[in-house]
């Protein structure tokens, strides 16, 4: 399944849960307005301050994160991922501003929930999120 955001309200507001069959922790935005080289994509974070969000299976159970695009505002962006009790993690760092990037996570093992930190918070955005059960 690929998540793309593009039902995003303009203006931004929190990720629903579950949204498109993952659950969002309350650190999950999205919007419709076009930043950091996406049109609709999600956020964490109200400030440019570190910020760590979870992506949880919810009530479809465990589910193998494939990749995502992310991208950056800030020229200064690190995106980092934690397959929570698997120990497998990928990340990223990104220092060109507004052109997204893919990160695979070449992850083999299903999860119930992935933590996901951006190093300078809403300056990174991530669409095109790529996941399977």
Not at 53 to 58: E, Q
Not at 80 to 107: D, I, M
């Amino acid at each position: 399944m690929e998540v793309t955001f593009d039902d995003a309200p303009a203006g931004g507001a929190n990720i629903p849960s579950p949204y498109a069959g993952l659950d969002w922790s309350a650190e999950w935005f999205y919007e419709q307005d076009a930043y950091a080289g996406f049109g609709p994509q999600a956020y964490l974070g109200t400030t440019g301050g570190a910020t760590t969000g979870t992506i949880s299976g919810g009530a479809g159970g465990p589910f193998l994160l494939k990749g995502l695009l992310a991208s950056t505002a800030s020229g200064a962006t690190t995106l980092s991922l934690t397959n929570n009790g698997t120990g497998e993690s990928a990340s990223l760092v990104l220092t060109a501003v507004n052109t997204p990037v893919t990160l695979t996570t070449g992850w083999t093992k299903l999860s119930t929930s992935v933590g996901v930190t951006v190093s300078d918070g809403f300056n990174g955005a991530i669409d095109n999120l790529r996941y399977f059960r």
